[in-house]
């Protein structure tokens, strides 16, 4: 079992930043690919960005640019930098890792971008 808690969400008017950290713990060794996703109301979950244990990344079309995902594999840490937010960006932000064919998730942090 791989147990993921989120924190560093919060509220941050339109341009701001915010820092998504994402602790691993349990069996967090041989970790594989982690991730971001998120859901905003009334909308489905979508993928953020992906990074992979040897920190290959992929982001998806909307925050590329603006978002950077990172990883501490020493720390068994997932990070999410989040510049130039746009209300559109408000959502619960969710952590996933792969390990052994199986996907984990975080219970989520929100992320609120307004005036």
């Known amino acids: 079992q791989v147990q993921l808690v989120e924190s560093g969400g919060g509220m941050v008017e339109p341009g701001g930043s915010l820092r998504l950290s994402c602790a691993a713990s349990g069996s967090s060794f041989s970790i594989g690919n982690m991730g971001w996703y998120r859901q905003a109301p009334g909308k489905q979950r979508e993928l953020v960005a992906i990074?992979?244990?040897?920190?290959?990344?992929n982001y998806a079309g909307s925050t590329e640019g603006r978002f950077t995902i990172s990883r501490d594999n020493a720390k068994n840490t997932l990070y999410l930098q989040m510049n130039s937010l746009k209300p559109e960006d408000t959502a619960v932000y969710y952590c996933t890792a792969n390990r052994q064919f199986k996907t984990y998730w975080g219970q989520g942090t929100q992320v609120t971008v307004s005036s």
């Open positions: 990074i992979t244990s040897s920190g290959g990344v």
